[in-house]
C-alpha cells in the first residue's frame, strides 16, 4: 500500500475537522461530562456546588423502583417491535418491488409516517385511538368487538405504543429492504425458475438468505432506536397509566429536567448506556459467529 | 480552491461560535433593571405587562428604568425555564424574572432569588393564598400577580331538564360537601346514561396534583408533614385514606370518567365540567349558546372546610443582582392595586389582592364573580417544597393509579407505597 506523506494528510484531517468538532462538542464532551456528574450530586440550580458523592446515584438507581420497571417496559418493547416492524418492512418491501402500475404512489404512502414528526404521529393517533370516540373503537364496534381502552389501560397501553411505533417505523427500513431486494441478481431467479422452484420455495431459498447483510445492519439500527423510546409515551401516556410506559430516557428526561437532580439522571444514563452497549457487543458477536 | 472553500468555512464556523458566546444580560445602565418574563409580547399577558413597563419607565421618581425580555414558554413549561437554567450556569441572570408558584421553594432553597419582602408595600393587601405561594422559611420571595381558581361548571339547562332546582344549588357562603355531590351526580347520571362530570382526569399532568390536593386538605390531610421532611405517617393517613376512597369512588360509581370525550362540557354532553378560570373566556368566546354557572368545591363532609385551588405565576428579584433598589422598586410597582388591576383584566385572570377584587368585582361575569369570592375565602397554594417536582409527579400518579379502582382496590397499600417514594424525594 502507498505511503501516504504529510502533504496529503493535512487537508484531509482539515476535511475530518468539522465532523470531529461537532462529534466532540455534541456527543463526547457531553458523554465524558456526563460520566463526571454520574459520580455527583449536581442539581440543575446549584450548577457550582457539586459534591463527589461516590457511587451513591447507583445504589439509590438499583432500588429504584421506577427505574426498573422502566428497564423491564422496554425490553418487553423491543423484543415486541423489532419482529412486528421488521417484518412489516419486509412485507412492504416486497409489495411495492414488482414493476407495477402506481408503484410510486404505494412507496411514497408507506414511507409518509417516516417523515412526519413523531409528535404528529402521536397525537394523531391519540384522536384515532380514543376510547370514547375515536376513529379505530367506531370500526370495532362496526364488526362488533367492544369498544377497547387501548392507552388508558395498564395492560394495553404499551402494545398500542408498539403497534403506533412499528407502524411509524417500518417505511424506513421498508426502503432500505427494497435497496437489498434490488440488488439480488435476477438471474438467480432465472436459475431457480429452471430449476422449478415455487414463489415460496424462491423466497425462503434466495431472497431471505441474500438479504442477510441488510437484515442485520436493520436488526441493529432498529434496536438501538427501539431502546431509546421516549416521545410516543411522553405525548400519548405521560409514562402512565401506573408507570406501564415508563421508559429508561423518558424516565432518566424527568428526573434530570423535572427534578433537577443532574446527578441522579446522569448515573442512570450511564447505567443504561452499559446495557446498550453490552447488548449490541453480544449482538455483533452473534452474528460475526453465524457468517 | 478547496482549501480556499475550507478556509472560508472555518472562518464562518468561528463567527459563529463567537457572536454565541457573548451574551450580555444586565445592562449597563445602574439604574436599568432587566426582566425577563415567560409569556410572548402578543398574548393579553405579555401587552399588559409591556404597558405596565412603559408606565414605570416614565413615572418612576427615583430614575429608575426597566427592560422586559419576552421569552415565551413552551406548552410543557420548557423554553423559559430552560433559558433559566441556562443562565445559571454562566451566571448571568436578569434583575427581576417572573416563576411559576411551584419553583418558589426549589429557587429560594437553591440561592437564586432574594426576600423581597421589605419592598412590597401592598403587602398585607395581597391575598393569604399569594403570601403562602411566595414565602418559604417565613420569608417573602416572590410575589404572584394575579390567581387562578377551579370551579364546578354546571350546563344550567341540563340540570333543570334533570329535574333540579337551580335555586337551591350551592353557593361560596353555603357549599355543599361530598356526599350532596354524589347525590347530584348520581341523579345527572340516571337521567344522562353517562358520566356526569369530567374531572380532568384523562391526563397525568400538574392539573391531578392542582385540582385534586384541595379534596385532601379539606379532609384535613396533607402530602408532607408540616416542616416537610416526611410524607409517611401523613400522605398514608385516615384522611387520605378517606379522602382517596372518595376520588376512586366518583371513577368506580361511574359520576366521573378517567376517558372523557374531548369538549364534553362545552359541547352539552357532560352536564357538569371541573374546571378553572380559563374555561370561562374560552365558554365566551366558543360557546356563546351554553348557559352555565359555576358552583364552589365540595367540602369533606367531617369538615365541611371549603378549600379550593389557587396558584399563579410570580415577580421575584435575583439573588445576583447588584441593583436591589431598583429591582425592588419595580417589583413593588408591579404589586400595586392599579398594576395588578390591569393585569387582571386585560388577561381576564382572578386578581391576586383585596382591593383588586373591589376594583373589578362589577366588571366581570357572574360566573368570574364565585371564583373570585371563592378564592378570597378558601384558596389554598400548593405545597412550598423544594421536592416540589417530585412530590406533585408522585401526587398525580397517586390519583391517576387510583382510577384503575380495579387494580388498586387497597388503597392503603397503594397510599404507602406513594409515601415512601416521596419520603426518597424529601431525603
Not at chain 2, 361530598?178 to 347530584?184: A, G, H, T, V
Request: charged share 15%.
Amino acid at each position: 500500500m502507498k505511503k501516504f506523506n504529510s502533504s496529503m494528510n493535512l487537508p484531509a484531517y482539515l476535511f475530518l475537522s468539522p465532523a470531529l468538532v461537532l462529534m466532540g462538542l455534541f456527543l463526547i464532551i457531553p458523554a465524558l461530562m456526563a460520566i463526571y456528574y454520574a459520580f455527583t450530586d449536581y442539581y440543575l440550580l446549584t450548577p457550582d456546588n457539586k459534591q463527589f458523592v461516590g457511587l451513591a446515584n447507583f445504589i439509590e438507581i438499583f432500588n429504584d423502583p421506577i427505574f426498573l420497571e422502566s428497564l423491564k417496559n422496554i425490553v418487553l418493547f423491543v423484543v415486541c417491535v423489532i419482529p412486528i416492524q421488521i417484518g412489516a418492512a419486509l412485507g412492504l418491501a416486497l409489495l411495492i418491488n414488482k414493476n407495477r402500475k402506481g408503484n410510486i404512489f404505494f412507496k411514497i404512502a408507506y414511507f409518509a409516517p417516516v417523515v412526519l414528526s413523531l409528535v404528529v404521529i402521536s397525537v394523531l393517533w391519540l384522536y384515532l385511538l380514543n376510547p370514547s370516540e375515536g376513529l379505530i373503537n367506531v370500526l370495532l364496534e362496526k364488526v362488533g368487538i367492544d369498544p377497547q381502552p387501548f392507552l388508558s389501560s395498564p395492560k394495553q397501553a404499551l402494545y398500542t405504543i408498539v403497534f403506533v411505533s412499528a407502524w411509524q417505523g417500518a417505511g424506513y427500513q421498508m426502503l432500505i429492504f427494497l435497496a437489498g431486494l434490488q440488488n439480488i441478481p435476477g438471474s438467480v431467479y432465472e436459475a431457480s425458475k429452471i430449476d422449478g422452484a415455487n414463489k415460496w420455495q424462491n423466497f425462503i431459498h434466495i431472497t431471505l438468505p441474500l438479504l442477510r447483510p441488510t437484515t442485520l445492519l436493520i436488526m441493529i439500527t432498529t434496536f438501538i432506536a427501539a431502546f431509546k423510546l421516549i416521545i410516543q409515551p411522553m405525548v400519548m401516556t405521560q409514562g402512565g397509566p401506573m408507570n406501564s410506559t415508563m421508559t429508561p430516557v423518558y424516565y432518566i428526561y424527568q428526573s434530570g429536567f423535572s427534578d433537577r437532580l443532574i446527578g441522579y439522571s446522569s448515573a442512570m444514563t450511564v447505567v443504561f448506556g452499559v446495557v446498550i452497549g453490552l447488548i449490541t457487543i453480544v449482538q455483533n458477536k452473534l452474528s460475526k459467529g453465524d457468517d | 480552491m478547496k482549501k480556499l472553500i475550507l478556509l472560508v468555512f472555518c472562518m464562518c464556523l468561528a463567527v459563529v461560535v463567537t457572536a454565541c458566546s457573548n451574551e450580555q444580560t444586565s445592562s449597563e445602565n445602574a439604574n436599568e433593571v432587566s426582566m425577563w418574563v415567560h409569556t410572548s409580547n402578543e398574548t393579553a399577558e405579555g401587552k399588559a405587562m409591556q404597558s405596565l413597563i412603559d408606565q414605570f419607565n416614565e413615572e418612576n421618581e427615583d430614575g429608575y428604568t426597566a427592560k422586559i425580555e419576552f421569552i415565551p414558554r413552551s406548552g410543557s413549561g420548557g423554553g423559559y425555564e430552560d433559558k433559566i437554567n441556562a443562565a445559571l450556569t454562566t451566571d448571568s441572570l436578569p434583575d427581576v424574572l417572573t416563576l411559576d408558584g411551584p419553583n418558589t421553594a426549589a429557587y429560594a432553597e437553591a440561592g437564586m432569588i432574594a426576600p423581597i419582602g421589605d419592598y412590597i408595600s401592598n403587602k398585607d393587601d395581597l391575598l393569604p393564598s399569594i403570601i403562602q405561594q411566595g414565602t418559604y422559611n417565613d420569608q417573602l420571595y416572590a410575589v404572584g400577580y394575579s390567581e387562578s381558581g377551579v370551579g364546578i361548571f354546571y350546563n344550567k339547562q341540563m340540570l333543570e331538564e334533570a329535574g333540579i332546582d337551580l335555586a337551591t344549588l350551592p353557593t361560596v357562603e353555603e357549599p355543599w360537601n361530598w356526599n350532596e355531590f354524589e347525590d347530584l351526580s348520581e341523579t345527572l347520571v340516571k337521567e344522562y346514561n353517562q358520566p356526569a362530570i369530567d374531572m380532568g382526569l384523562k391526563d397525568q399532568s400538574e392539573w391531578l396534583m392542582y385540582a385534586f390536593t384541595p379534596f385532601l386538605w379539606s379532609q384535613g390531610g396533607n402530602i408532607v408533614s408540616e416542616d416537610g421532611t416526611k410524607a409517611t405517617g401523613v400522605f398514608n393517613d385516615e384522611n387520605s385514606v378517606k379522602t382517596m376512597s372518595f376520588i376512586q369512588g366518583l371513577v368506580e360509581k361511574g359520576y366521573t370518567t378517567k376517558t372523557p370525550v374531548e369538549k364534553g362540557f362545552q359541547t352539552g354532553k357532560y352536564p357538569m365540567m371541573m374546571t378553572g378560570s380559563w374555561t370561562i373566556a374560552e365558554m365566551n368566546s366558543s360557546y356563546p349558546d351554553i348557559e352555565y354557572g359555576v358552583m364552589p368545591y365540595p367540602t369533606s363532609p367531617e369538615t365541611n372546610e371549603l378549600v379550593s385551588p389557587s396558584g399563579s405565576w410570580q415577580y421575584a428579584m435575583s439573588a445576583t443582582t447588584d441593583k436591589e433598589e431598583a429591582a425592588g422598586a419595580l417589583i413593588d410597582f408591579l404589586t400595586t392595586t392599579e398594576a395588578l388591576t390591569k393585569i387582571s383584566l386585560e388577561n381576564s385572570v382572578l386578581p391576586a389582592a383585596t382591593s383588586v377584587i373591589e376594583e373589578i368585582r362589577e366588571e366581570v361575569s357572574p360566573q368570574m364573580q364565585v371564583l373570585i369570592n371563592q378564592n378570597a375565602k378558601s384558596a389554598h397554594a400548593r405545597p412550598v417544597l423544594p421536592q416540589y417536582p417530585k412530590v406533585s409527579r408522585t401526587f398525580q400518579e397517586t390519583i391517576s393509579d387510583l382510577t384503575y379502582f380495579e387494580e388498586n382496590q387497597d388503597i392503603q397499600k397503594l397510599l404507602d407505597d406513594k409515601a415512601s417514594q416521596i419520603d426518597k424525594a424529601l431525603q
